[in-house]
Every structure is written in C-alpha cells, then in structure tokens.
Nanobody, 125 residues
Framework: QVQLVESGGGLVQAGGSLRLSCAAS????????MGWFRQAPGKEREFVAD????????DYADSVKGRFTISRDNAKNTVYLQMNNLKPEDTAVYYC??????????????????WGQGTQVTVSS
C-alpha cells in the first residue's frame, strides 16, 4: 500500500506557473505508475497526465498538452506536475494517484487504487 500527499497548489494569475508535488510512502515507488487528475466544481474528476514507473513514458490530456509536464524523482519518492501558461479553466482540485504496482499507465480513474487528499489550484483571469 502507498500513501500520497500533494502540495504546491495556490492562487495564480492567468499565464502564470505552479509546480505540484506528490510525495509517496514506501520503498517500491519506482514500481508504480503515477497519475495526476483534477476535479473542478460541479464536474467529474478527469485525467490530466500519467508517467510510467521508470519515467520513460508519459501521457497528457489534450487540454494540458504543451503546457503541463509530469516528471518523477524515484530517489525522492516524488512525482511532479509543472503547470505553465495556466488558464482559468485549469482551476480545480488536483489529485495524484497510483494503481497497484507494475500496472501500466492509464487514463481511467478506475485503474487507480490510491489517492492523495488533493491540492487546490485557482487561476484568476
């Protein structure tokens, strides 16, 4: 089992940047695909990005491609989401998530078993 704790959210103006971090417990972090999801008020939780255990494979939702970058540091048990050129429509609670070990990256929420508590990102226009 893995525990996840997000940080780095906040209030930023449109066009600005934020970097989210997600710290994971355990000694087998490298075996876990990691994903970022977000949920805006009144909307369903949606996929943002994912990264394979070794970091060599990434995937992004079309809405963030070219603006967001997912990365990981397995020595620090941490996954990051660098968000540039933020837009008001990026406003949401952002969650990191992990499936069971050795599962490949996936966009579907149902594939993920472990979730952080979320961090709020608010982008003002």
């Amino acid at each position: 089992q893995v525990q996840l704790v997000e940080s780095g959210g906040g209030l930023v103006q449109a066009g600005g940047s934020l970097r989210l971090s997600c710290a994971a417990s355990g000694r087998t972090f490298r075996l876990y695909t990691m994903g970022w999801f977000r949920q805006a008020p009144g909307k369903e939780r949606e996929f943002v990005a994912d990264i394979s255990g070794g970091g060599g494979s990434t995937d992004y939702a079309d809405s963030v491609k070219g603006r967001f970058t997912i990365s990981r540091d397995n020595a620090k048990n941490t996954v990051y989401l660098q968000m540039n050129n933020l837009k008001p429509e990026d406003t949401a609670v952002y969650y990191c998530a992990a499936p069971t070990p050795l599962k490949p990256p996936a966009r579907e929420l149902a594939q993920y078993n472990y979730w952080g508590q979320g961090t709020q990102v608010t982008v003002s226009s």
